[in-house]
């Protein structure tokens, strides 16, 4: 079973302007971390938050992670046509380093 | 490109057949990971090897096995194979034995059965 739930499933959005993609988990986690997957290709890894930072960024990216609602956001800023991609948080819990991926997000990004 | 490559990228065969996924992790990392994607599963991890032995089993039928080579290539086998387990086949390596860090994924198996 899902982990991970992310809201909404599908985004589209104009080039240029920002995605919000949220993820909400059900247990306590040790770190989170969110992977891009281009359409039926491989997953890339975006980045990783621990359970006690709040935040992180890295370059146009930017997550965000609130323990005690027990879910995370991920914001891509000015989006690009190449953003367009499936987006998925991913979960490790303390004591069991199983990777577990969440629904995803579809992104469409509209020249 | 990850650095990690599995072989075949697609694979179409019959009800009942046995199949072998091929995977070559990223040089130096010590870890493969295996996992299946299909529309109504999503994204399920199988199973976990660090340096040729087995670390750790997720949702992975009695009829798939996998091992790690000494040279740290992995194999996935699929037996007895049923049309749900079409799906994309992905595995990943990381550098350690935590299952915590970032892992670099493959292209993938795109597997078929009919």
């Known amino acids: 079973s899902q982990q991970g739930e992310e809201d909404p499933q599908a985004l589209s959005i104009q080039e240029g302007e920002n995605a919000t993609m949220n993820c909400s988990y059900k247990?306590?986690?040790?770190?989170l971390q969110w992977y891009r997957q281009n359409s039926g290709r491989g997953l890339v890894h975006l980045i990783l938050i621990r359970s006690n930072e709040r935040e992180k960024h890295s370059g146009r990216l930017r997550v965000t992670l609130d323990t005690s609602k027990k879910s995370s956001s991920l914001l891509i800023t000015a989006s690009r046509a190449a953003d367009t991609a499936s987006y998925f948080c991913a979960t490790t819990l303390f004591g069991n380093e199983k990777l577990t991926f969440g629904t995803g997000t579809r992104l469409t990004i509209i020249p | 490109d990850s650095g990690v490559t599995q072989t075949p990228k697609h694979l179409i065969t019959a009800t009942g057949q046995r199949v072998t996924l091929r995977c070559s992790p990223r040089?130096?990392?010590?870890?493969v990971y295996w996992y299946q994607q299909s529309l109504d599963q999503g994204l399920q991890f199988l199973i976990q090897y660090y340096n040729g032995e087995e670390r750790a089993k997720g949702n992975i039928l009695e009829r798939f096995s996998a091992q790690q080579f000494p040279d740290l290539h992995s194999e996935l086998n699929l037996s007895s194979l049923e049309l749900g387990d079409s799906a994309l086949y992905f595995c990943?390596?990381?550098?350690?034995?935590?299952?915590?860090?970032?892992?670099?994924f493959g292209p993938g198996t795109r597997l078929t059965v009919l």
């Open positions: 990943a390596s990381s550098v350690g034995s935590s299952g915590h860090n970032e892992q670099f």
């Open positions: 247990t306590s986690i040790n770190n």
């Open positions: 040089s130096g990392d010590l870890s």
